[in-house]
């Protein structure tokens, strides 16, 4: 089990940077509901699915999105301990997936099959930008340059690599199911503009309720300082180019990312490293 000591991370882990620290952040305000929703959608389409190898790979994505969820929402409690009190984002943050996000069996069975295709699309395209944001971040030198606390970024890599593994699952599934281009492109143009809103909300939200900011809110220059300091994605990457190759036709997310470089970074993360050594003792 993958675990990760906080005792030592500054709410501000990247070294006099509250807004890069903060726009990450957002990630462990945003991933454990998140993830909890993904496993629920996916097991909802787990008895449809008819290819036995997608069928395997359910179950390895489940337990590694239980583990992510878990992962973030420990680090929730450390920003609590420093004065950052996130239960109230994350509580509207479920009561908008539990709202939009889930099974409506009143619904005649053909509109039940294209609500599920629907909610698994939109999956399949945060997946995507999971996927990009996994990639960016075990290549990015930004952070390491800047000093950022080595455990965040052990974390922020050991989930990413672990994004970019199962990358295709959630798509593949969408694809058993028969779910068309059609779809996929509607939820990509319905995902990407709430998956924006819900982050530029938490970045004010953490923003404004960290003690050590005095309430500062964040500015479209920081991101464009962040961006070429290589801190953070840039917004041309993020808000442009990542939706519209996910819109391409063709489009399959195991051309997305290296699968080489996140088993290369999941073999030495220290935390990954601590936890194969626990299971051998």
Same mark, same amino acid.
């Given at each position: ?13 990247? @070294? ?15 991933? $454990? ?13 787990? @008895?449809?699915?008819?290819? $036995?190898?997608?069928? =395997?790979?359910?179950? @390895? ?25 996130? =239960? ?9 997936? *539990? ?9 005649? =069975? $053909?509109?039940?099959? +294209?609500?599920?295709? *629907?909610? +698994? ?46 990358? %295709? ?34 970045? *004010? ?19 464009? /300082? %962040? ?7 840039? @917004?041309?990457? +993020?808000?442009?180019?990542? $939706?519209?190759?996910?819109? /391409?036709?063709?489009?399959?997310? %195991?051309?997305?990312? %290296? ?8 073999? /030495? ?13």
């Amino acid at each position: 089990m993958v675990r990760f000591d906080w005792s030592g991370t500054p709410a501000h882990w990247v @070294p006099g940077d509250p807004f890069t620290s903060h726009v990450i952040n957002v990630l462990h305000l945003l991933l $454990p509901p998140g993830e909890r929703w993904f496993i629920r959608v996916v097991k909802e389409a787990l @008895p449809h699915v008819k290819d $036995p190898a997608v069928r =395997e790979a359910v179950e @390895p994505f489940v337990l590694q999105e239980s583990w992510h969820a878990w992962a973030h929402r420990v680090v929730l409690d450390h920003l609590a301990d420093k004065g950052v009190d996130t =239960e109230p984002f994350t509580e509207a943050l479920e009561r908008y997936l *539990q709202r939009f996000g889930s099974d409506i069996p009143s619904l005649p =069975e $053909p509109a039940r099959r +294209l609500w599920l295709l *629907q909610r +698994l699309a939109a999956v399949a395209a945060i997946e995507h930008f999971t996927a990009v944001l996994g990639q960016w971040v075990l290549q990015t030198q930004g952070l390491d340059n800047a000093g950022a606390d080595p455990v965040m970024l052990d974390l922020l890599r050991w989930h990413g690599a672990e994004e970019v593994e199962h990358r %295709s699952l959630v798509f593949d599934v969408f694809d058993d199911l028969s779910g068309g281009y059609a779809t996929r492109a509607l939820a990509m143009l319905f995902a990407a503009p709430a998956l924006t809103w819900w982050w530029v909300r938490g970045v *004010q939200y953490l923003m404004a309720r960290d003690p050590a900011t005095g309430g500062a809110r964040p500015k479209w220059p920081d991101w464009l /300082r %962040s961006a070429r300091q290589f801190r953070l994605p840039g @917004p041309w990457t +993020l808000l442009v180019t990542t $939706p519209l190759r996910y819109l /391409r036709p063709g489009h399959h997310p %195991s051309g997305e990312a %290296s699968s080489d470089l996140a088993a290369a970074y999941l073999s /030495r993360s220290p935390a990954a490293t601590a936890a194969r050594a626990a299971g051998a003792a």
